[in-house]
Each structure stands twice: as structure tokens, then as C-alpha cells.
């Protein structure tokens, strides 16, 4: 038995030393030269695949550039890869691909165990069967017993498999499957079999039995190894290496357990239809119950709010001394909802003062909205101090914030402060870190719903603070999503499926902190229509230089690019994987900050923006809902340059 034990760790560890290395193999079909756009473009693909490859369960394809630059880039991580370990092989092959493949326009590389396959190529190979280039290796060793009983196991067993794999879903084609072979020393026989999921179900089975001839071929079978192609993978072995937890049920050629029992399988599959029918409707109950418990959880949440907000009520008489009665030399500015006042306090404190318009059928709405806010503590936040309410008179107190708001420095071209990168990128940075609050760290879940260059305010050393609250929307902790009839907001900055169907998200913020990155670099705002002699608006601008490897063109031309290159492009990346139309795609909040902080973060590839000029987004959502846009005179406090 010690002998055998020693002999199973020998036969394992051999395995590993032969397929352990990455087997990268560099196409003889065309070279590019270094530095040039497809250069380019295979950097940046490969350089985001891996974290595209992770958050996408596992498999991914994309392409980038134009032609004749215009790279396709495939990622696959095994069916027991847990998201870091596919993050972590996907990545390393990549590289090694690069370095191995430093100017081949084709290549692929199976990295790991295999754990992953990473794929490129000038040229679309999504879905198409390939054979070769081919990698394989075996033990050494040849089952030296009678085999008959092992050929017929094995071959059941690999049908079985095949089988379960090739009918695999779009996202995993992926089977593991394990046998016991009675009268063989080695009586354990384990197998995995996986391809791409975009091969359709007769190339995947096709594939891996091209995979199992090869080891047919020999006249008494091995102890273990590996075929690895292009679409497939296949690996064996008398020991379990694959994840067992994290795989799929293992097929199992055998009905009966070794005392002549019902496997635990075969009960389940007997038992659970039985149950389900009665289980789904107990779990729907449920869910409706909780959501109901919570809903009204979080009404008495706000209530509370309310009322524990009430103790930072000012007296009107107050504020008008602090505001010279609302003098005209100290109104700051005038939004759709009301004036914005400059005002001193008793102790001296310098405020903003906001008075709701009387006229306004939003305005008491948006009191109520800005009064919830008085709990919210960042330095990335503009503060509101308290608020009054007598009579007829709603008004906001808000800190003094001096720099007036960031649409006075990054479009006003007379303004003789010039917003060096340095700067724009602690703003964009400051942005990034106040949504964050809103949208995870605060006491209650805040959609802001009206993110815009007015509503940054920049105090006296150049840090914004976002503002103006009126419109923001408060979520449960655990809701994702929510839906409006009236739709309101400033056109550009909301996101695609707000204009059109009403649904917003903490990802609908998200869009609009993307509009505002791509404003802040290029000092252009999102309605500037006009790039040299093309009409085109601002993201459609953006995505063009994007894939014809000129990005950094959008830069506005008094910025230095320089030794922040780098730099800039990832704000620009940045800014176009959140202006993504497809929601699910589009980074979180605490993404966006941690892709900030570190230049280590690697970024997806960004799919194509969501445009609305050019398209009939805005001429649906006219006839679809009943909006209440606000225009440039409709800002609120943060509007404190007159316009």
C-alpha cells in the first residue's frame, strides 16, 4: 500500500512537471511591427482580457480597432476556475503570449494545468472549429493489467462526458467524470472535457473525440494525460486534480455504490422533481413577504430621518439678515427650482442659501429629497448645514463652497484659471470616491439621478463636491434597480435605458460619472457637436479615436500630455467602460475607484458607448414617457455662475 501511495505521488508530480508550462504557439500567418496600431491594439485587448475573462464567468470574446488593425481576442478559464484563479492565469498567459509572440498578428497559449486558453488573432475565429495547432502529453506508464474491463469503462465514461459537455450552455461547454476500474491497481480513472462555448454542440463533440482517438491509439492504454487544441481541452488521470467542488456533478458510469445501494445521485434525480413544484412556490412567497418587510422598513427609516433632521431647522429671520434680505449684489445664481443667495451667519459662517421658488411644482419634492441628505458626511459632498420652513418659504443652508461649480472652469474658455491634468485628475478622482459613498457607504443607498459638470462644486483648493440633491433617489441596501414614469435629468448625461424606459440604478450614476470623465480630459462639453470639420458629439468622438489607437487626441489642447500619458488614456478607458449601453457591462462605483487607485488594475477593453445624438434614443423616449428635462437655466445650487 506504501509502495502504491508513493507510486500515485511520483505519477502526479511527473504530471504537473509536463504540463504545468504554458504551451504558447506563435501563427506563421503575418508579423506587425512594433509600436504600430495593432501593436497597440493587442496590447490593450490583452491587457484587459483577464479581468473581462473573471467577471464574465469564465469565457470571453471581444475585438477592437478598425481594419486592417482590427484584433479578436478570445479568454477561457476551466470549469473549476474560481474568479481569482482565472483572473491570475488568464493575465500570466496573456503576458506570456506577448513576450513568447512579440510580433506574430496570430497566437494562441494554454496557460496552466491548462487553467486557461487566451487566443488572438487579426481575423474573426469566433464559433470555427480548428484542430491544429495541437499540444498533448501522457505518464509514461502503461497499465500493465488486464485491460479489457478498463476500455469498455473508459469509453462509456468519455461518451458520457462529451455528451454532457457538447450540450453545455452558451457561457459553459464542461464536464468532469470519474470511474473505478475493480481488478486494476489503479482502480480511480478521473477525466475533464471542455470547449469554447461559442462552438456549437456537434464541433464540441467532434473536438474532444478527435482528443480521445489519441489516446486509442495506443496498444494498451496510459496512466494519465492531456490533449489541448485550439476549441478543446482534455486531461486524465488516476488521481482527482480538477476542483471537485467547484466543477459540475462528476459523470459516473457506475448506478450503484460498492454495498449495491441507490447512489445519492440517483435518489435525487428520483426525489427532486417531486419537491420542486413545492419548493418554488414557498420561495416566491417568501421573497414577496421580505421585499414587503423591507419596503416598509425603510419608510420608517426615512420617517425617522425626518424627524432627527428637524433639529437643524434655522429661523427665517436668521437667514434673511444673513442674506441682506435677499439682496440681488448677493445672489449667487438661479436654478429651475429657485435663487441661490450668499449669506454670513450670526457667528460668522459663509453659507448658500437656496430658496425654493414658489412657483415651482417640483420644489416641494425636492425639499423633502434635500433634507434626507443632512446625514451625509464626505469630503467629497457638498454639506447641508439645515434648512427652514416657514410659511410659504422653503430654504436650503448649505456650507459655502468658493470656486463656484467645475462647468465654470473646464468649458468656460474666458476664465483665465486653467485646470492643469494635475488637477483634473484629483477632481475626477474626488468624484469617483463621493459616488462611492452614495451608492455603498452611506446610511441609506443614494441614486443622485442629476450628476453634471454644474452640480461639482470646487472649494478653495480645487476638491469637488457633488451637489444638489433634489432628484436623488433612496434604495434599500439590497434593491438593485427602479422604475419612473417622468423622467427627469439633463439630456447626455442620463443613460440609455433612464431615457427610454425609466429604469435607473446606481449604474445609471455611473453612466453620467462616465460622460463627466470624458468632459473633464477633452474641456468639451457633452452637447458640443463639432470635432474640426465632422459633426459629432463627444462620446461618438471618443469611441472613434479609441479604436483608431489615437485616444489621446480628445485631450484638451491646453493639457500637457507629456509623462501622464499613461494616465490619461486609462481615465479615458475608464470614462468609455462606463458610458457603455449594455448596463451589466458598465463598471461599479467601487470598481471605478479601485481601477483609480492603482495602475495595476488591469481595464476591459470598453464595448461601443451609447449615443443619443445621431439616434432615435431621444425621438422613442418623446412618444415612451413623459419627461421633465432640465436645461441649462434649470440648475440648482450648483448652477452659481450665472449662465
Not at 164 to 172: D, E, N, Q, V, W
Request: charged residues 20%.
Amino acid at each position: 500500500m506504501k509502495n502504491h501511495i508513493q507510486f500515485l505521488f511520483l505519477s502526479h508530480i511527473l504530471f504537473i512537471i509536463i504540463s504545468s508550462c504554458s504551451a504558447a504557439s506563435c501563427y506563421d500567418t503575418g508579423n506587425f511591427t512594433s509600436n504600430s496600431t495593432y501593436a497597440n491594439n493587442r496590447y490593450q485587448i490583452l491587457s484587459s482580457l483577464a479581468s473581462n475573462v473573471s467577471s464574465n464567468g469564465g469565457f470571453f470574446t471581444t475585438s477592437i480597432g478598425l481594419e486592417p488593425n482590427k484584433i479578436y481576442a478570445l479568454g477561457l478559464c476551466r470549469g473549476d476556475s474560481n474568479t481569482e484563479s482565472c483572473f491570475g492565469c488568464v493575465n500570466s498567459t496573456s503576458q506570456e503570449l506577448m513576450a513568447e509572440c512579440p510580433n506574430q498578428k496570430e497566437a494562441l497559449s494554454w496557460g496552466g494545468d491548462p487553467e486557461c486558453l487566451v487566443r488572438y488573432a487579426n481575423h474573426s475565429f469566433f464559433g470555427i472549429l480548428k484542430f491544429d495547432p495541437s499540444d498533448a502529453g501522457y505518464n509514461n506508464s502503461d497499465i500493465s493489467s488486464d485491460f479489457s474491463d478498463f476500455a469498455q469503462i473508459w469509453d462509456v465514461l468519455m461518451d458520457r462526458m462529451i455528451d454532457r459537455a457538447s450540450s453545455g450552455t452558451s457561457k459553459l461547454k464542461y464536464a468532469t467524470g470519474e470511474a473505478r476500474v475493480n481488478n486494476l491497481l489503479f482502480q480511480d480513472i478521473y477525466a475533464l472535457v471542455q470547449c469554447t462555448p461559442d462552438l456549437s454542440p456537434t464541433d464540441c463533440s467532434n473536438c474532444q473525440r478527435a482528443n480521445i482517438a489519441h489516446y486509442q491509439w495506443f496498444d494498451s492504454p496510459r496512466q494519465g494525460g492531456y490533449v489541448f487544441r485550439p476549441n478543446c481541452i482534455f486531461r486524465w488521470g488516476s488521481y482527482r486534480f480538477y476542483n471537485a467542488s467547484a466543477s459540475p456533478p462528476p459523470v459516473n458510469v457506475n448506478g450503484l455504490a460498492d454495498d449495491g445501494s441507490i447512489e445519492p445521485g440517483t435518489i435525487a434525480a428520483i426525489v427532486v422533481p417531486t419537491i420542486t413544484l413545492f419548493a418554488f412556490v414557498v420561495a416566491i412567497t417568501c421573497i414577496i413577504l421580505k421585499r414587503r418587510r423591507k419596503k416598509r422598513d425603510q419608510e420608517v427609516e426615512i420617517a425617522d430621518e425626518v424627524d432627527s433632521a428637524k433639529s437643524l431647522q434655522f429661523d427665517f429671520a436668521t437667514i434673511r439678515i444673513a442674506t441682506d434680505n435677499f439682496s440681488a449684489a448677493n445672489k449667487l445664481g438661479q436654478g429651475g427650482f429657485g435663487a441661490v443667495y450668499k449669506g454670513k451667519l450670526p457667528d460668522g459662517q459663509l453659507v448658500a442659501v437656496k430658496r425654493l421658488s414658489r412657483h415651482s411644482n417640483q420644489g416641494e419634492v425636492e425639499f423633502k429629497n434635500e433634507v434626507l441628505m443632512t446625514k451625509l458626511q464626505h469630503r467629497n459632498l457638498v454639506r447641508l448645514l439645515g434648512f427652514c420652513f416657514a410659511g410659504n418659504e422653503r430654504l436650503l443652508i448649505y456650507e459655502f463652497v468658493p470656486n463656484s461649480s467645475l462647468d465654470h472652469f473646464i468649458f468656460d474658455q474666458t476664465n483665465p484659471t486653467i485646470l492643469n491634468w494635475e488637477i483634473r485628475y484629483r477632481i475626477i478622482w474626488g468624484i469617483a470616491r463621493g459616488l462611492l459613498y452614495l451608492h455603498e457607504d452611506s446610511r441609506l443607498r443614494i441614486i443622485h439621478r442629476d450628476l453634471k459638470a454644474s452640480n461639482i462644486l470646487l472649494d478653495e483648493e480645487m476638491n469637488p463636491k457633488i451637489s444638489d440633491f433634489g432628484m436623488a433617489r433612496l434604495f434599500a441596501m439590497d434593491q438593485i434597480q427602479d422604475n419612473t414614469n417622468r423622467v427627469v435629468g439633463t439630456f447626455g448625461y442620463m443613460a440609455p435605458e433612464y431615457v427610454l424606459h425609466g429604469h435607473f440604478s446606481a449604474k445609471s450614476d455611473v453612466y453620467s460619472f462616465g460622460v463627466l470623465v470624458l468632459e473633464i480630459i477633452s474641456g468639451r462639453k457633452i452637447s458640443h457637436s463639432v470635432y474640426g470639420e465632422e459633426a459629432e458629439d463627444l462620446l461618438t468622438y471618443a469611441w472613434k479615436n479609441w479604436n483608431g489607437g489615437t485616444a489621446l487626441k480628445l485631450a484638451d489642447s491646453i493639457l500637457s500630455v507629456g509623462s501622464r500619458s499613461d494616465e490619461m488614456m486609462r481615465c479615458i478607458n475608464i470614462g468609455l467602460l462606463c458610458v457603455q449601453e449594455n448596463v451589466s457591462r458598465r463598471p461599479t462605483m467601487a470598481s471605478v475607484v479601485q481601477m483609480l487607485s492603482s495602475s495595476k488594475v488591469s481595464l476591459a477593453a470598453p464595448l461601443r458607448p451609447a449615443f443619443f445624438r445621431g439616434t432615435s434614443v431621444v425621438s422613442e423616449a418623446s412618444t415612451s414617457l413623459t419627461k421633465t428635462n432640465q436645461s441649462k437655466s434649470e440648475a440648482s445650487i450648483t448652477e452659481l455662475v450665472p449662465r
